[in-house]
């Protein structure tokens, strides 16, 4: 085995190591063996496709395609069997959204075909450093060289161009610092990384930089970018519209309000888990008390 070999190798064996610990604590640890991945035409030569882990997009260009995120390491083979059977044409790039582990896991095994990977220069950061999670304390090793974007940018964002090919990239806060979305506007195809996430509550990361009240924001800028007929591809969930990011943006609103009136009125952490503030949407989302919990836990964080 050559030095490079070795080094991928590396990079994918660590990656699998922080996998298995970014599942967020009240979510079943994904089934690998058993997980297939959906493909959903989206049109113009745009698909969405759905494994474990995060939502992936694929934009297919003359000469190569443009990837989204590139979900757990665990699911690299069954994930490029998938972009195969759409073409046969190479990965020229890969947009990632923000630094988590179920949207970057591939990254070192996609690099090591030829793609070239990008992300805000936060992402970056974050994923050379190594991180922590903030509701379990577990901590996701560094990655490697051969994991880490070669192309990065700031807040102005970027343009992706491939055979014929166009995302726009923006860089937005309020899930983590180095959030960002894209948008086809050939295909009206709007991704939105984890500042969306339909029908489960979304994750907080408030130690890097995520807060309720940027994540609101955040939805804004969401519901500002395409046009009321953009298909919406959220970082977790089933293909939506605007009008269900409107719905969306709802529950955050609601959380905020219901646990700042808790805080005002002096109750603690576990206090406002225990008061179920969020009961109706709980119910509605059919989320475990573990999860309703955590989604408090960080939207009290990020008040306080």
Known sequence: MNRFAIAVFAGVSTVLLGAAQQFQPGNPAPNFAAAEVKT???GSQTYLLQGEGANVVVAVGNDGLIMIDTQFAEMNDKLAAAVEAISPRPVRHIILTHFHRDHTGGNAFFAARG????????????????????????????????????QTYNNAGVMIRQGGRVA?????????????????????????????????YPNIDVPYGGGIDRMIEGVDVILAAGNDNSKVVPGHGPLGSKDRV??????????????????????????????????????K????????????????????
């Open 40 to 42: 959903t035409n989206l």
């Open 115 to 150: 793609a070239n990977i990008v992300a805000h220069e936060a992402v970056k950061t974050r994923l050379a450093a190594g991180t922590t999670n903030g509701l379990t304390g577990n901590v996701m090793a560094a990655y490697p060289e051969a994991g880490l974007p070669k």
């Open 168 to 200: 726009e990239v923006k860089h937005v806060v309020g899930h983590t610092d180095g959030d960002s979305y894209v948008y086809f506007r050939d295909a009206n195809v709007l991704v939105t990384g984890d500042i969306v996430t339909l029908g489960r």
């Open 246 to 283: 409107v719905e969306y943006r709802q529950v955050l609103v609601q959380a905020r309000e219901r646990i700042a009136k808790l805080i005002a009125e002096g109750k603690s952490e576990d206090e406002a888990v225990a008061a179920r503030p969020n009961a109706d949407n709980d119910a």
């Open 285 to 304: 989302l059919g989320v475990t008390p573990q999860q309703a919990g955590n989604f408090v836990r960080v939207v009290y964080r990020s008040l306080k």
